[in-house]
């Protein structure tokens, strides 16, 4: 089976075909765009699957990213990764950013536990604790450094740190942790791999969205309220 695997919850727009009964990555396309992912993802997928010699008709599973990060970018990498499901009639699946992160890190540090962290902005970051088998210690949130680092000090000095958010950490600690990555997301082969390993459960993907939307109303536009005499 050749599964199609999505990433575009950062400023990179990535693509890989993963033949899942030999484990090889027949072709892979990452590139940092910044923006614009809804106008170049279809060309990236395009590409990848001829590098790969594989018709999109042969994809038999589809995996995604499901965040955290940026808004736009989880909508148009799980839209479009869940109407390629339902054209293709094939499963699709979700994997998070921080969960491809942790799978990076242990191929650096194996048999080591993950704090998956990215940079949210605004004093905020993304982070999930992973035991060194890879399953969850924790369940994904927005939190802060200090508190971060108060759930450090109650755990083993021997934990990886992983994402864009590991310097951050690191300032706040005397003595500091191993840090494999330090990009916002993880490599499109991580998605690709536990993509092939997930189960499907019926449903289809949903953005993971762990804080509200940074939207506010527009003044100028807001009709005044007419008070009657």
């Known amino acids: 089976m050749k599964l199609l695997a999505l990433d575009t919850a950062s400023t990179r727009c990535s693509v890989a075909v993963l033949d899942v009964e030999t484990g090889t990555v027949l072709a892979a396309t ?17 590409q990848t699957l001829n590098h790969a010699a594989v018709p999109i008709s042969a994809i038999g599973k589809i995996a ?35 969960e491809a992160l942790a799978f990076d890190a242990r191929r650096v540090f194996p048999e080591r536990p993950v704090l998956s962290i990215i940079d949210a902005r605004r004093d905020e970051i993304y982070a ?7 399953s969850a210690g924790s369940v994904p949130g927005v939190t802060t450094i200090p508190d971060v680092l108060s759930a450090l ?50 449903e289809a993907p949903k953005p993971l969205y762990l804080r509200g939307l940074d939207v506010k109303p527009q003044q100028g536009f807001v009709l005044r309220r007419k008070v009657s005499e």
Do not use: W, Y
């Open 30 to 46: 990452s590139e940092d765009i910044g923006k614009g992912h809804a106008e170049r993802l279809m060309a990236f997928i395009e």
């Open 64 to 98: 995604v990213s499901i965040g955290p990060g940026s808004f736009t970018g989880v909508r148009v990498g799980v839209s479009t990764a869940r109407g390629f499901g339902l054209a293709l009639q094939c499963p699709v699946v979700g994997v998070s950013t921080l």
């Open 128 to 134: 999930q604790f992973f035991a060194p088998d890879g």
């Open 153 to 202: 000090s109650e755990r083993p000095d021997d934990v990886v740190l992983s994402g864009s958010g590991a310097a951050l950490v690191n300032d706040g600690k005397e003595h500091k942790l191993d840090v494999a990555v330090t990009t916002s997301t993880g490599t499109i082969e991580a998605f690709a791999r536990l993509g092939a390993l997930r189960s499907v459960d019926g």
